[in-house]
């Protein structure tokens, strides 16, 4: 914990300097393979049925090669599988934070996230995600003082073609 002395009234700083410190960086890579097997599973698992990521006559009439990768399945495809031992307290493998640490907010939840997909991606293509922090801002709730961190990511595949960018949030509480 950071040691601070605070006065009545007045609000803690929740951003640690090495926190601050990350804002324009890149704080995570990856790369993996897009693997049809693989979508596939995932599909089923969270009820995507879609025709285009098991048909590939389907897919070929609708204009592909062959089946093509639910645009979701990227993230899963680029950092794969946490073990559950190697979690953080908070539930989450950290692998696409940075390990980003509020040791004076220590409690997180998920503040949204926005993607734009520019294309789909197939079986064997090799995706590499990049995130850099956006902003790390301290604000004042109606339940006390929180730290949002905005994270900017972009997926590009083999040819460093854009596949995909997102803009995902998180919000960091005492």
Known sequence: MTQQTEKPGQVPDLVPPEAAAQVGQVVARASGEVVRRDWQRWAVAVGEDNPL?????????????????????????????????????????????????????????????????HRYCGHGDVVTMERRVESIVQKQGRSGPFVLVTWRTTYTDQRNELVAEATTSMIARP
């Open 53 to 117: 990521w098991f048909d590939a006559d389907h897919a070929r009439a609708h204009g592909y090669d062959d089946v093509v990768a639910p645009p979701l399945y990227l993230q899963y495809a680029v950092l794969g599988v946490t073990p559950l031992e190697r979690l953080r307290a908070d539930g989450s493998s950290g692998a696409s934070s940075g390990d980003l640490a509020f040791p004076d907010a220590p409690r997180r939840m998920a503040g949204g996230e926005s993607t734009t997909f």
